[in-house]
């Protein structure tokens, strides 16, 4: 994410801020590993992991997570590392549209308007790894104006699915074509998910079919609603 997604990284921090976080980063912090594990480099993962664990300490703040696939294995660190230490640190990790959503759902502050047809796809390793669901809707409620563009099979994998694309490229490709057709029917004018896989997945998708829609990472929308209602001035 810090280094093709930093401005993905930019608006959480302003977006967070927005709603009454201090966010800090934690120095120290390496790789979450996932990339390591889906390869199958338990051990490398493990190291990984512990230095994490190590870096954030015993506290109680929340690890605030911008790509999914990050958050699902951070959340499983006890699992993966087997100790109570890690259990407590996965514990620890939110989503940033679970942060955003607040403890009680009643979502974010409200942005200005943007008149937008969006496209929801959410990513596997949120949906399905991590059952959060509603919590990204949220944040769309959150922009007046904004209609969800609803998409038939948008639950279902963009053929990203961690280090898929470049170990089975063609059946990733057919798994994007069947997303790709439906998207292109739906014809929305941003294609939202929150994981950088599918950001990549999806956006190179969207290019080489011709289909006029942008990605873009949930909070980017938000901060984009908060930046015309000048929240940043």
Not at 65 to 73: D, K, R
Not at 126 to 137: D, E, N, R, S
Request: proline residues 6%.
């Amino acid at each position: 994410m810090q280094g093709l997604f930093s401005h993905v990284h930019d608006a959480t921090k302003r977006t967070l801020a927005v709603n009454g976080h201090d966010v800090r980063e934690v120095p120290g912090q390496v790789c979450c590993g996932a990339l390591h594990a889906h390869a199958g480099l338990l051990e490398e993962a493990r190291a990984l992991a512990r230095t994490n664990v190590n870096a954030f300490g015993d506290d109680h703040e929340p690890i605030v997570v911008n790509s999914a696939g990050c958050g699902a294995l951070m959340k499983e660190y006890g699992h993966l590392l087997g100790d109570a230490r890690s259990e407590r640190f996965g514990r620890r990790v939110r989503d940033v549209t679970e942060l955003l959503a607040g403890d009680a759902m009643k979502g974010p502050v409200a942005g200005a308007p943007l008149d937008l047809h969006v496209a929801y796809d959410p990513p596997c390793h949120l949906l399905h790894a991590q059952g959060v669901a509603v919590q990204p809707l949220k944040l769309f409620a959150a922009i007046p104006l904004l209609e969800l563009v609803p998409v038939p099979g948008a639950a279902e994998c963009c053929g990203s699915a961690g280090l898929f694309t470049l170990l089975e490229p063609e059946m990733s490709r057919a798994v994007l074509g069947a997303k790709l057709e439906r998207l292109r029917e739906a014809a929305p004018q941003v294609v939202a998910t929150g994981n950088p896989g599918c950001l990549m997945q999806i956006g190179a998708g969207l290019a080489a079919a011709g289909i006029a829609a942008r990605v873009r990472h949930p909070v980017e929308l938000l901060d984009d609603a908060y930046r015309a209602a000048g929240r940043y001035e």
